[in-house]
């Protein structure tokens, strides 16, 4: 019987030689990288190359770990993740070229991930056990047990993750998620993850909820839990390689629990404007690993021009890009065999 | 014969022995009770679940997702309302994703009136699942059928609603099922759970064969020169009692043809009728305002105006928020045999 950790909220940074150097610059190079990509998604909405945007900046320093960590592939053999709409980072650290979420901000034919049918960030690849993100809040929690339980009979290391914000776990799949997860003699492999930004839209946690930590909610059901700060890159892939090695290992639920910050607020609908009150991950890991001497000011600064740029001339060929038919309209409402 | 609860059972057998079914799962749906309409009595592979509807719509979309074939089972439509956002994701998931991703998944379901279930266990459920595309959606009205569809939504690529009409569930059928018995007390005594303690019993299944009713194809129970009347579910045996009496006391001749699939469903069948007879009845017990019948009454206007000899007509559910228990409120709420006959009756009068 696994014992409930108790919670605690870790606030102090972990030390970055914790990490090797290579991965200490790989973690930045894919954070600046996503960061770019969200700002790049931000300015095309703003000059009407997009409808809305809603997306992950400030959510890099988790979310990139995060996919460093998973196990890419397809099938119950590898990692499955259901995700909510701020996990581009999670993407690019997969592999995943930017392009793709420019192609879905510009709604072109070329979408790879819903052919200019879904909102920027509802990612989907099945060739990588990304399940598709769907808008209504929560339902993902609901879902992922499935993937999880046939990997339970699979065996092997495969899992679930899951991932949403802290609004949503108000919504009954967030229960769903535990109750199932923690079934007596069939819990599963799944990481139940939660990005705590301390915001719905516009509502903040505070005035709605009573727990003190989200993750506290993991102990009723014996699941272990904890919360971290999600803004330090080397705390967040130590956290998470622990709690998958975890689940990948014992074949039980974990809830992790990461706090994170909202950089450009809700999404469109509320502006899509830096707010400057919350701590940047970026800009904090980026004086750490200057003053510990991983990367020079000057080589950080090279590296956001070239993603800048890189992707930017990504956004100018997206642009000429087709829509998609209206006659497609009737196109995969049924599977075709492949 | 089987009854169409024993014909849902060995079809869920036949299933996962043969198609690659591997979850029966849902509120008392494994041991011991096997569900409360008895469907999954002795399925190797039934599992009780949690009490929570939206938890296995989810659990059923997730095991899709992953390459498993569920069978999830709400043990009432009436507790079903609670999963619309989810079965629209199972609807949506092909699409959404262009393509890319496809939801292999069933949903059993008991549905209508007919057993007294009052206010929350006689909902329809027709009406509104065909408001959520992406579904095949089958009701059978016979054994040999439920059986037939039931595996044909194994063996389907997307998520199919099985709707199950409760008042067929114990009656039997007309038909063998391909591997059944004749002697159904045999079939009893092989399939059916003792009562009381029963933990060590297993069923002795007869050696069943594979047969398959296609998704999407209608099926003509009886010809007529008159009247069509396209019925599905409970109302479709009323709809068959009634045009035998009418053919056999007044000389009206009904073509009754169960639609059993909903979506998509076989236009080709009920519109070759139309032109026959030129009338068409839709009878079915969802509430009548946007019931799927006015679907089909308005492509009837669309496809025949000009040879239809008389209105098409609608009879169905009364538009009132519950079936009330005592037997005349029920009997008021849904169409019965004298309400389908006087329809069938009046069609077959009524001149241009
Ligand atoms: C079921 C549902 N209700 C409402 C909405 C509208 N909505 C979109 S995002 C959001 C707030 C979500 O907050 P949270 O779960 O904390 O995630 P965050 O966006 O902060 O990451 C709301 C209310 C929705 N998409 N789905």
Redo the contacts between chains.
């Keep these: 019987m696994s014992r409930p950790r108790l919670v605690d909220r870790k606030e102090e940074k972990s030390s970055l030689g914790s990490l090797p150097a290579e991965l200490l610059i790989r973690m930045h190079d894919l954070m600046v990288k996503a960061r770019v990509l969200e700002e790049r998604l931000i300015q095309m909405y703003k000059s009407g190359h997009g409808y809305f945007w809603i997306g992950g900046p400030g959510e890099e320093a988790f979310n990139v770990p995060l996919g460093l960590l998973m196990k890419k592939g397809q ?2 053999a590898y990692d ?1 993740l ?1 995700a909510h709409y701020r996990q581009s980072a999670t993407l690019l650290a997969l592999g995943e070229s930017p392009i793709g979420a420019l192609r879905q901000m510009k709604n072109t034919a070329t ?1 790879p ?3 200019g ?2 909102f920027a960030g ?1 990612f ?3 060739e990588w056990n990304i ?2 993100v ?1 808008s ?1 809040i929560e ?1 993902q ?11 339970k009979r699979f065996g092997g290391d495969g899992i ?1 993750i899951v991932t949403g914000g802290d609004a949503g776990t108000a919504e ?2 967030f229960a ?1 998620c535990l ?2 997860s923690s ?1 007596p003699g069939n819990e599963l492999p799944i990481l139940i993850i939660v990005t705590n930004n301390q915001w719905g839209i516009s509502t903040a946690a505070a005035t709605q909820h009573g727990e003190k930590h989200i993750s506290d909610r993991g102990r009723a059901f014996n699941i272990r839990s904890r919360t971290i700060d999600g803004n330090d890159p080397v705390t967040s892939y130590l956290e998470l390689k622990e709690a998958m090695e975890y689940v990948r290992k014992e074949r039980k639920p974990f809830l992790l629990e990461a706090m994170v910050s909202r950089l450009y607020g809700h999404s469109s609908a509320s502006g899509a404007n830096f707010v400057g009150d919350e701590p940047d991950c970026i800009k904090s890991f980026e004086e750490r690993l200057e003053a510990e001497g991983v990367l020079t000011r000057a080589e950080m600064d090279a590296l956001r021009k070239k993603y800048t740029e890189e992707i930017a001339e990504m956004a100018r060929q997206v642009r000429d890009e087709p829509q998609p038919d209206g006659a497609s309209i009737y ?7 492949k | 014969m089987a009854n169409m609860a024993q014909a849902i059972r060995m079809a869920l057998h036949y299933a996962e022995e043969n198609l690659g079914l591997t979850d029966v799962f849902g509120e008392d749906v494994g041991p011991p009770l096997g569900g409360v309409f008895t469907c999954t009595q002795g399925i190797q592979s039934a599992w009780n679940s949690p009490l929570d509807e939206r938890g296995i719509i989810g659990m059923a979309i997730g095991l899709a997702l992953a390459g498993q074939k569920p069978c999830a089972e709400i043990q009432f439509c009436d507790y079903i309302y609670n999963t619309i956002d989810l079965l629209k994701i199972a609807g949506n998931t092909c699409w959404s994703s262009n393509g890319d991703w496809n939801v292999p998944m069933i949903v059993r379901t008991p549905v209508g009136s007919g057993i007294r279930g009052s206010i929350y266990h006689s909902h329809s459920f027709d009406a509104t699942a065909t408001h959520i595309p992406g579904w095949k959606i089958v009701m059978p009205s016979t054994p040999l059928d439920a059986y037939g569809l039931l595996l044909a939504a194994v063996l389907e690529d997307n998520p199919v609603m099985y709707l199950e009409p409760k008042a067929l569930l114990r009656i039997k059928g007309e038909e063998l099922i391909p591997g059944e018995p004749a002697d159904d007390k045999m079939l009893s005594k092989m399939i059916d759970a003792p009562l009381g303690e029963r933990s060590k019993w297993k069923p002795q299944w007869p050696a069943l064969e594979k047969y398959v009713v296609p998704i999407g194809k209608a099926k003509l129970v009886r010809e007529g020169l008159h009247v069509t009347v396209v019925s599905w579910g409970r109302t479709l045996p009323l709809a068959a009692k009634a045009a035998k009496a009418l053919a056999e006391n007044e000389g009206i001749e009904a073509e009754v043809i169960d639609l059993r699939t909903l979506w998509p469903y076989d236009w080709e069948m009920v519109s070759a009728s139309i032109e026959k007879t030129g009338k068409v009845l839709y009878v079915n017990e969802d509430t009548e305002v946007t019931n799927f019948g006015e679907h089909l009454i308005r492509r009837t206007i669309e496809d025949h105006f000009y040879k239809l000899l008389a209105p098409p007509r609608l009879l169905a559910g009364k538009f009132v928020p519950g079936i009330g228990l005592a037997d005349n409120l029920e009997m008021a709420s849904v169409p019965q045999l004298k309400d389908i006959t006087d329809a069938i009756r009046a069609l077959a009068a009524e001149q241009p």
């Design positions: 099938g119950p499955y259901h979408d991930y819903s052919g049918r879904n509802h989907s690849k099945r399940a598709p769907s209504p339902v929690y609901a879902i992922a047990p499935g993937t999880a339980l046939a990997q679930t009954g799949d769903s109750i199932w079934r196109d995969h409402i049924y599977w075709e065999k």
